[in-house]
Structure formats: C-alpha cells, structure tokens
C-alpha cells in the first residue's frame, strides 16, 4: 500500500515540475519618449505564437524560460528579448526608418494594365475575350475584367442597344470602354 501511495505522491510531484516550466510574462512597449505603444507584434522566435499590444502598450504571454520575444512596429527598430524568468518584461522600441510619404497604387500585373496611370487602365486583346467563351462583348468584358457589371435591357425598343455598364460601383456615365476593331 505504502508503495502505491509513494508511486502516486511522486507522480504528482513530477507533474508540478512539468508545468513549472511555462510562465505568463506581462510589460508594457512604450516608444522613446515612454509613450505607449498599441498594436505592436509580439512573437516568440521560431514559432507561430504571439499576442499584439493592446490600447496603452501592454501585453500578456505564456513563456519558458530561455524563450525569445521579438516585438515589431512598423516605422520602429525591431527588439528581442530572452526570458529569463522575469514575470514583468518592459519594452522600449526606437524609432526606425522614418517614411515622408507612402503612395498605394491598386493595379494589377504589368503585361494587361497600364502601370504608369492614376486611373486603372486595361488592355486586352481580341484573343483574350475570345478565350471566354462568351458571345457578347459586355459578357467577355465581365468575365475578363475585375468589378464590371452590364446590365441587359428587357425593353425591345432602342434601349435594348444600350446596356449600361459600371466598374468599381462607378455609373455608366464614368466607365469609359473603348473598342479598337
């Protein structure tokens, strides 16, 4: 009986040595003038788990000890930290390369759009609507082109000539489709 109970009190026991082993560390990442930073990325090196900051800069994590946190921003010097123990580990991220200005262009890839434009610019060749399958040009035009939608007229007077057609939620008086042939 005395060996069963021993048994099981060592069982226990190894058991606590095992969870021991991970702990949650918390801190806050601030910015060089300790104002706190939200939204900064927390991840521990080698693996997929990681939390972000929340409003005012702080943050919760399950660790071991020895793991290695890497805390990115954008626009801040990356930081890495190996924990040692510590149930509180505090941040300070410096600034990094400072951006005058960021220009986002949404186009598509270069051998059918126009990339030097402010306005999206689409050529496509006869080969490429009659690879469709379509027998309308407005459906070829829909099935190649991202966001254009033409709507077929049930009227059967001169109106059913017409289907107007708008790309990206613009009317049809703003979608300029141009037909060389």
Same mark, same amino acid.
């Given at each position: 009986?005395?060996?069963?109970?021993?048994?099981?009190?060592?069982?226990?026991?190894?058991?606590?040595?095992?969870?021991?082993?991970?702990?949650?560390?918390?801190?806050?990442?601030?910015?060089?003038?300790?104002?706190?930073?939200?939204?900064?990325?927390?991840?521990?090196?080698?693996?997929?788990?990681?939390?972000?900051?929340?409003? %005012?800069?702080?943050?919760?994590?399950?660790? /071991?000890? @020895?793991? #290695?946190?890497?805390?990115? *921003?954008?626009? $801040? &010097?990356?930081?890495?930290?190996?924990?040692?123990?510590?149930?509180?580990?505090?941040?300070?991220?410096?600034?990094?390369?400072?951006?005058?200005?960021?220009?986002?262009?949404?186009?598509?890839?270069?051998?059918?759009?126009?990339?030097?434009?402010?306005?999206?610019?689409? %050529?496509?060749?006869?080969?490429?609507?009659? /690879?469709? @399958?379509? #027998?309308?040009?407005?459906? *070829?035009?829909? $099935? &190649?082109?991202?966001?254009?939608?033409?709507?077929?007229?049930?009227?059967?007077?001169?109106?059913?000539?017409?289907?107007?057609?708008?790309?990206?939620?613009?009317?049809?008086?703003?979608?300029?489709?141009?037909?060389?042939?």
């Amino acid at each position: 009986m005395r060996k069963k109970i021993y048994t099981l009190l060592s069982l226990v026991l190894f058991s606590f040595g095992m969870t021991a082993q991970t702990y949650e560390v918390s801190g806050t990442v601030t910015d060089t003038s300790n104002e706190p930073l939200p939204g900064v990325s927390i991840v521990k090196k080698g693996t997929n788990e990681g939390t972000t900051t929340d409003f %005012n800069g702080k943050y919760k994590m399950e660790v /071991s000890k @020895g793991d #290695v946190l890497e805390y990115t *921003m954008v626009g $801040y &010097k990356p930081a890495t930290k190996v924990m040692d123990g510590s149930p509180v580990v505090n941040v300070t991220l410096e600034e990094g390369v400072t951006l005058d200005e960021v220009v986002v262009t949404g186009n598509r890839a270069k051998p059918r759009t126009i990339l030097d434009s402010p306005v999206p610019i689409d %050529n496509i060749n006869a080969r490429e609507l009659e /690879s469709t @399958g379509k #027998v309308q040009v407005e459906q *070829m035009l829909a $099935y &190649k082109v991202p966001s254009f939608n033409a709507q077929t007229q049930p009227i059967s007077d001169a109106t059913a000539h017409f289907d107007p057609a708008d790309l990206r939620g613009l009317g049809p008086s703003r979608t300029l489709v141009l037909i060389n042939g």
